[in-house]
């Protein structure tokens, strides 16, 4: 098992930045591929970005690229997700997923945080 707890939302005006950290316990960190994904309400679960086991490789949503980074410290079992620009369409529930092969289906990842919500104000 392995339990991800991430941290960062909030309120946040359009142009500003924030950045989330997802947590992670259990079993070897460095085994796994890690995601974030986003839930807007009405709307169904997107991918965001993921990054490899090392942090080498990374691949982010069309919606998102060359405003979001993703990155990870394998030394302290943590995945980050620093948003830039952020526009009203990037308010969601931001949720951290660990999994075995890199994809960006949900569907492929075995172990998901709780979320934390980001609103960005117009």
């Known amino acids: 098992q392995v339990q991800l707890v991430e941290s960062g939302g909030g309120l946040v005006q359009a142009g500003g930045s924030l950045r989330l950290s997802c947590a992670a316990s259990?079993?070897?960190?460095?085994?796994?591929?890690m995601g974030w994904f986003r839930q807007a309400p009405g709307k169904e679960r997107e991918f965001v970005a993921r990054?490899?086991?090392?942090?080498?490789?990374?691949f982010y949503a069309d919606s998102v690229k060359g405003r979001f980074t993703i990155s990870r410290d394998n030394a302290k079992n943590t995945v980050y997700l620093q948003m830039n620009t952020l526009k009203p369409e990037d308010t969601a529930v931001y949720y951290c997923?660990?999994?075995?092969?890199?994809?960006?289906?949900?569907?492929?990842?075995?172990?998901w945080g709780q979320g934390t919500q980001v609103t960005v104000s117009s």
């Open positions: 990054t490899s086991r090392s942090g080498g490789s990374t």
């Open positions: 259990g079993r070897t960190f460095s085994n796994y591929v």
């Open positions: 997923a660990a999994g075995s092969t890199g994809s960006s289906s949900q569907y492929a990842y075995d172990y």
